[in-house]
């Protein structure tokens, strides 16, 4: 596990099952606490006991199976309310807050604002401090990666990058799998003269080789780095052979695809 301090909220990681992350927040001034996409119970509720902590929230990105997979089991260990977003067809289990974009999530003297972030699902959110400088992006965004269609549109996860990409550079991206280094072998494969990239890879290989996590990964590395926030970089669209007029949504639906049958060599 790795504790990140960022002023007043302590924000820990959990890695459970084979690639998974979730995540503890804890208020420091009044030590309410939440949990972020809990796949399963028992890792939490360990490092609950192991800090003294009394869980209060749990905030669910997303309705995928290892993202709430403990919500029921924790609501009934702890009494903690449940915040997602409400649909009749991505129901959230034992949901008791439903939000929507710009909604407030208020964690003591800590505040997260709700995005509104659809494409790898149709309703997906994700949960921004900007006085922490994190955001909990769930699958919508990875570390030289992005989530899949399961559900959702190409137009609206391209959409959802580039609110996430706007964000400021400084931000902190905690998304919830280990998936940076065959996210980064299909990076290079389509834009192999970007030197950050060559840079970063051989920093995420050393770092996997010693079982080390290659999240949280800063938003102004993801922007010089990740293929799916460089939809109007020049060297990429030479790379794919596709003209500079090309829109950025169509480029965007093109790299999507490759990523899907890409093969690790």
Same mark, same amino acid.
């Given at each position: 596990?790795?504790a990140?301090?960022?002023?007043?909220?302590?924000?820990?990681?959990?890695?459970?099952?084979?690639?998974?992350?979730?995540?503890?927040?804890?208020?420091?001034?009044?030590?309410?606490?939440?949990?972020?996409?809990?796949?399963?119970?028992e890792?939490?509720?360990?490092?609950?006991?192991?800090?003294?902590? /009394?869980?209060?929230?749990?905030?669910?990105?997303?309705?995928?199976?290892?993202?709430?997979?403990?919500?029921?089991?924790?609501?009934?260990?702890?009494?903690?309310?449940?915040?997602?977003?409400?649909?009749?067809?991505?129901?959230?289990?034992?949901?008791?807050?439903?939000?929507?974009?710009?909604?407030?999530?208020?964690?003591?003297?800590?505040?997260?604002?709700?995005?509104?972030?659809?494409?790898?699902?149709?309703?997906h959110i994700?949960?921004?401090?900007?006085?922490?400088?994190a955001?909990?992006?769930?699958?919508?965004?990875?570390?030289?990666?992005?989530? /899949?269609?399961?559900?959702?549109s190409?137009?609206?996860?391209?959409?959802?990058?580039?609110?996430?990409?706007?964000l400021?550079p400084?931000?902190?991206?905690?998304?919830?799998?280990?998936?940076?280094?065959?996210?980064?072998?299909?990076?290079?494969?389509?834009?192999?003269?970007?030197?950050?990239?060559?840079? /970063?890879?051989?920093?995420?290989?050393?770092?996997?080789?010693?079982?080390?996590?290659?999240?949280?990964?800063?938003l102004?590395?993801?922007?010089?780095?990740?293929?799916?926030?460089?939809?109007?970089?020049?060297l990429? /669209?030479?790379?794919?052979?596709?003209?500079?007029?090309?829109?950025?949504?169509?480029?965007?639906?093109?790299?999507?695809?490759?990523?899907?049958?890409?093969?690790?060599?």
């Amino acid at each position: 596990m790795n504790a990140m301090t960022p002023s007043s909220l302590d924000i820990i990681q959990i890695p459970v099952l084979r690639d998974n992350y979730v995540y503890l927040l804890h208020d420091q001034a009044t030590g309410s606490t939440a949990v972020v996409d809990p796949a399963v119970k028992e890792p939490v509720l360990s490092v609950l006991s192991e800090r003294g902590l /009394r869980l209060n929230f749990i905030l669910n990105t997303h309705y995928h199976g290892d993202h709430v997979g403990a919500n029921v089991a924790l609501k009934a260990a702890t009494g903690c309310l449940i915040i997602g977003k409400a649909a009749a067809d991505e129901t959230i289990p034992g949901l008791d807050r439903a939000v929507l974009e710009g909604d407030l999530v208020t964690l003591g003297a800590s505040t997260l604002k709700v995005l509104e972030v659809p494409g790898h699902t149709r309703h997906h959110i994700a949960f921004w401090s900007e006085a922490h400088a994190a955001v909990f992006v769930g699958d919508t965004l990875f570390a030289l990666g992005c989530g /899949r269609l399961l559900g959702g549109s190409a137009l609206a996860l391209f959409q959802s990058l580039k609110k996430l990409k706007d964000l400021p550079p400084e931000t902190d991206v905690y998304c919830a799998h280990e998936y940076t280094q065959s996210n980064g072998a299909f990076a290079l494969s389509v834009d192999p003269s970007n030197e950050a990239l060559k840079i /970063r890879m051989k920093s995420v290989i050393e770092a996997r080789r010693h079982d080390l996590p290659t999240v949280p990964s800063r938003l102004s590395l993801e922007c010089a780095t990740n293929p799916f926030l460089r939809t109007d970089d020049l060297l990429i /669209r030479a790379s794919l052979g596709v003209r500079d007029e090309v829109p950025e949504e169509d480029i965007f639906s093109l790299l999507r695809g490759m990523k899907d049958t890409f093969q690790l060599v």
